[in-house]
């Protein structure tokens, strides 16, 4: 072959290589490399990366492996970008009975700094949807989804906060003190087999969905296997924020979950209520899923093109799993400057016992002022130590009128529920 040809057979492949990421829809690097590395903010282990749409002011997204698409979560947002919408649907919250609208927006680009998003479809939300915000603590605009990792190894770092994204085909093999697990991706989720020993019932063998952008740490549905048993101990509670709102269940432990040679012990499980949506589940042929509590303990590594999830012991891995030891959900209230009010008290806890209420606000703790706090810094504080003495200033509003309110202290000492 001739230094003309051999030139000429480069310059198409250049060509055809360039011309096949234009056209075909996923994340790709700007710039020709193994691999490049992308900060990201975590609050409880879940992943929140600045993201530019079309050019615009970057917004906060949440990476989420448990959705399919990418969402953006609010219309008047999307309007204010000009983003085109070529048709309308409906989709169902995780409560499995809330209807919720979107308008789809086919062709727009996600900028992530150094990996830019090609051809990106987004469900555009026609009711704005900000409530993540009250229980993550900073504003979340919208959710990435399957195209961040359908063609490229991810490396999650959650000890130092940064997503490592390499180039399609450049990790071929096994970094050094990783297990590997054989990954199944069904209908653009990933899944995997881990070994759980339950309290109260058989060892179970489970198909596990990895969820990023849950912040629980094992969750087992019980309408999936009648060998799902509830332990003797367990406390009813919210299980988190969804698009159809809040979710409830119980919270209990399992003995251990084994991941291979990987085991985790005395493991918090959340159990969600039975609703609408457990059909789907089911025939998913899941038991559950792992979220950010047991992922954030890891060093993970998703190559969905190798269907294969690499796994190693995080700094943290071995740390107990510590649940709210003062019976107060908090919630930061949304497009406030950190105000934190209390949205529900468990009968019986600490917090029930000193009579605090729900809707009441937080003024400081420990005698500082609760604008200096982040919401994780609160839920880590509250989790702490059992007998730790938690002193609060607090604020309560007469009949919904912000201007008549009456300011109390209280002392808590923190007790494990569970």
């Known amino acids: ?69 990418n969402i953006l979560f609010s219309k008047v947002l999307g309007d ?15 409560d499995g009975s809330t209807v919720i609208m979107a308008q789809v927006s086919p062709i727009n680009t996600l900028d992530l700094g150094p990996v830019e998003g090609k051809l990106q479809s987004l469900l555009v939300l026609e009711e704005d949807f ?38 399609e085909g450049s990790m071929k093999w096994k970094p050094p003190f990783y297990r590997k697990f054989d990954l199944t991706i069904e209908e653009s989720k990933a899944y995997l087999n881990a070994k759980i020993n339950q309290k109260n019932g058989p060892k179970l063998e489970a198909k596990l969905l990895i969820d990023t952008g ?35 269940g119980f919270i209990g432990r399992v003995n251990s979950l084994k991941l291979k040679d990987l085991t985790m012990r005395e493991v918090l499980t ?26 954030g303990r890891t060093r993970l590594i998703l190559d969905y093109p190798r269907n294969r999830a690499l796994i190693r012991k995080g700094e943290n891995f ?14 930061k209230i949304p497009n406030d400057e ?28 420990n005698k500082i002022p609760i604008f200096l706090y982040e919401l994780s810094e609160i839920f880590k504080l509250l989790r702490s130590e059992e007998g730790k003495e938690i002193q609060l200033e607090m604020r309560r509003y007469q009949g919904g009128d912000l201007n008549k309110y009456n300011d109390y202290k209280v002392s808590i000492f923190l007790k494990k529920q569970i």
């Open 214 to 248: 849950a912040n629980h740490g094992l969750l087992l549905n019980q309408e999936t296997s009648d060998e799902i048993t509830m332990p003797p101990l367990f406390i009813e509670s919210q299980l988190g924020q969804s698009l159809g709102g809040v979710l409830y």
């Open 270 to 295: 959340s159990y969600p209520d039975k609703n609408t949506f457990s059909e789907i589940i089911i025939a998913t042929g899941r038991q559950g899923s792992l979220g950010s509590e047991v992922l």
């Open 80 to 94: 204010a970008l000009g983003l085109e919408y070529t048709r309308r649907l409906s989709i169902a919250g995780a």
């Open 338 to 365: 950190n105000r934190f009010y209390v949205s529900e008290v468990r009968p019986g806890s600490p917090a029930y016992r000193t009579g605090i209420l729900p809707f009441d606000e937080i003024l400081t703790v």
């Open 1 to 69: 072959m001739t230094y003309r040809k051999i030139l000429l057979v480069f310059l198409v492949l250049i060509v055809s290589y360039g011309f096949s990421q234009a056209q075909v829809p996923g994340f790709f690097m700007k710039e020709e490399a193994k691999k490049v590395r992308i900060p990201f903010y975590s609050s409880n282990s879940l992943i929140i990366l600045p993201v530019s749409i079309n050019g615009s002011e970057s917004v906060n997204f949440l990476v989420d492996t448990g959705v399919r698409s």
């Open 130 to 167: 900000f409530e993540l915000e009250s229980v993550i603590g900073v504003p979340v605009y919208g959710i990435i989804g399957y195209e961040f990792f359908k063609f490229n190894p991810v490396k999650i770092n959650y000890d130092e906060g940064f997503i490592e994204f390499y180039r």
């Open 318 to 331: 071995y740390a107990p799993f510590e649940f709210d030891m003062s019976g107060m959900i908090i919630r």
